[in-house]
């Protein structure tokens, strides 16, 4: 059973930092891809950043210089190091991944932590 479990949210001040984690079990994490979502109240749920199983990373233009991803593979732990946080990255986040076995896809998301940022 594939399992994602947050942690790390919080309230910060705008201008600060949170780190979240994502500890994964039930895959072969190692050969996966790792995503970290958010979703705001009132829009769609968007893609904040993206690793590979090799280590490759990319983010969207609004978190770009702010938020970092990695891995740590003997963890099983995929991070989201956020910082110089806006009011606008108030969000719920989630951590997904996917399986693609015998050409079926499967998603996998997380529970979400919410991220408050706000003075």
């Known amino acids: 059973q594939v399992q994602l479990v947050e942690s790390g949210g919080g309230l910060v001040q705008p201008g600060g930092s949170l780190r979240l984690s994502c500890a994964a079990s039930g895959i072969s994490f190692r050969l996966n891809a790792m995503y970290w979502y958010r979703q705001a109240p009132g829009k769609q749920r968007e893609l904040v950043a993206a690793?590979?199983?090799?280590?490759?990373?990319s983010s969207a233009d609004s978190v770009k210089g702010r938020f970092t991803i990695s891995r740590d593979d003997a963890k099983n732990t995929v991070f989201l190091q956020m910082s110089s946080l806006e009011p606008e990255d108030t969000a719920v986040y989630y951590c997904?991944?996917?399986?693609?076995?015998?050409?079926?896809?499967?998603?996998?998301w997380g529970q979400g932590t919410q991220v408050t940022v706000s003075s």
């Open positions: 690793i590979t199983s090799l280590g490759i990373t």
């Open positions: 997904h991944t996917y399986t693609l076995i015998g050409g079926l896809r499967r998603d996998y």
